[in-house]
């Protein structure tokens, strides 16, 4: 019964794709995940793109039980979605912190300053 997928009656049902990141260290966890996914129920393809550490799924499947499936396996996986999301967001937080903070330059100089003890250790004191 877990294996088994709920599809609203009287709707038109398509295949869809899903596309996760997934970290591969190996072409093993590369197998491991095409048979993880192969055995699911309703999904037609698997592509794995190992330089990218992409997977791609084609097939009639909730995307929820593909992610779920695949974090059995590797649970740092998410959405590819998410990832854009993310990198938006970070690159929308630098560009507010870069207009708050103050030049590099105007900082106090003196906190990164080390004894000139440490700066010459051969020196005879």
């Known amino acids: 019964m877990a294996g088994l997928q709920i599809v609203p009656a009287g709707k038109h049902v398509e295949?869809?794709?899903?596309?996760?990141?997934?970290?591969?260290?190996?072409?093993?966890?590369?197998?491991?995940?095409?048979?993880?996914?192969?055995?699911m129920r309703g999904i037609?393809?698997?592509?794995?793109?190992?330089?990218?550490?992409?997977?791609?799924?084609?097939g009639i499947c909730n995307k929820d039980d593909v992610l779920a499936t695949i974090r059995k396996k590797r649970r740092e996986a998410r959405f590819w979605d998410q990832i854009e999301?993310?990198?938006?967001?970070?690159?929308?937080?630098?560009?507010?912190?870069?207009?708050?903070?103050?030049?590099?330059?105007?900082?106090?100089?003196?906190k990164c300053r080390k004894s000139w003890k440490k700066l010459f250790p051969l020196v005879l004191y």
Not at 17 to 33: A, Q
Not at 44 to 58: E, G, N
Not at 88 to 107: F, G, L, Q, W
Request: hydrophobic residues 35%; aromatic residues 8%.
């Open 85 to 110: 999301a993310e990198v938006k967001s970070n690159v929308a937080e630098e560009e507010t912190d870069a207009e708050i903070a103050p030049h590099p330059a105007t900082v106090n100089m003196h």
């Open 44 to 58: 037609h393809s698997v592509h794995v793109d190992y330089h990218l550490q992409k997977v791609t799924v084609w």
């Open 15 to 39: 295949a869809q794709y899903v596309e996760m990141k997934v970290p591969l260290y190996s072409y093993g966890c590369e197998k491991k995940i095409k048979k993880a996914l192969s055995h």
